[in-house]
């Protein structure tokens, strides 16, 4: 059974790091591609940062410069990077992965900005 787990979240003040993993198990595909998103209360669920294995990445205009999304392949696990943070990257953020064409979402992590 394909499982993806986040971790990372957490409280942090603005100005300040984190950073989530996504580890990937439960399937010999390696995934692909791998993407972050975010959902903040009564919002929609919106792309953040997303890296395939050829190791293409696409951010949102919000984050650019400030998340680096990257993968370690030999532990099957995505990590974003998340600094200078702001009031408004409170959200619970979702790990989502195609692998061997079919979409996984993990359970989510909780990061809170605030001072």
């Known amino acids: 059974q394909v499982q993806l787990v986040e971790s990372g979240g957490g409280l942090v003040q603005p100005g300040g790091s984190l950073r989530l993993s996504c580890a990937a198990s439960?399937?010999?595909?390696?995934?692909?591609?791998v993407a972050w998103y975010r959902q903040a209360p009564g919002k929609d669920r919106d792309l953040v940062a997303r890296?395939?294995?050829?190791?293409?990445?696409t951010y949102a205009d919000s984050v650019k410069g400030r998340f680096t999304i990257s993968e370690d392949s030999a532990k099957s696990t995505v990590y974003l990077q998340m600094n200078s943070l702001k009031l408004e990257d409170t959200a619970v953020y979702y790990c989502?992965?195609?692998?061997?064409?079919?979409?996984?979402w993990g359970q989510g992590t909780q990061v809170t900005v605030s001072s």
């Open positions: 989502y992965a195609v692998i061997s064409y079919q979409a996984y």
């Open positions: 439960g399937s010999t595909w390696r995934p692909n591609p």
């Open positions: 890296i395939t294995t050829g190791g293409s990445t």
